[in-house]
Nanobody, 126 residues
């Protein structure tokens, strides 16, 4: 059973940076996709960045150039480096796992995700 544990959230001022980590356990292959979602009160959950099993990546427009998703396959950890954070980036951030997803060209459909982390809060003040 796949399990995900996020860490690294916190409070920063606008323009600051935060790195989120997502530790993956319970899956023996490395060709999985990790997608970072976020949700703030009153808003729908949105996928912001994804990395496929072949290390292809996708970012939504509002974070492109500011967020960077990466992974350390040896450690089974995925990262989301967030820079130039803005108050509108304030949200609970979740990582989600989808097995055997390659050639990422968009946020994968929700039905593909098999496991979710517990979430980590990122708060950005102006």
């Amino acid at each position: 059973q796949v399990q995900l544990v996020e860490s690294g959230g916190g409070s920063v001022q606008a323009g600051g940076s935060v790195r989120l980590s997502c530790a993956v356990s319970g899956y023996r292959w490395s060709t999985y996709c990790i997608t970072w979602f976020r949700q703030s009160p009153g808003k729908e959950r949105e996928g912001v960045a994804a990395i496929g099993g072949d290390d292809s990546t996708f970012y939504i427009g509002s974070v492109k150039g500011r967020f960077s998703i990466s992974r350390d396959k040896a450690k089974s950890i995925a990262y989301l480096n967030m820079s130039n954070l803005q108050p509108e980036d304030t949200a609970m951030y979740f990582c989600a796992f989808a097995g055997q997803v390659l050639n990422i060209q968009n946020i994968p459909p929700l039905r593909l995700f098999e496991a979710w982390g517990q979430g980590t809060q990122v708060s950005v003040s102006s």
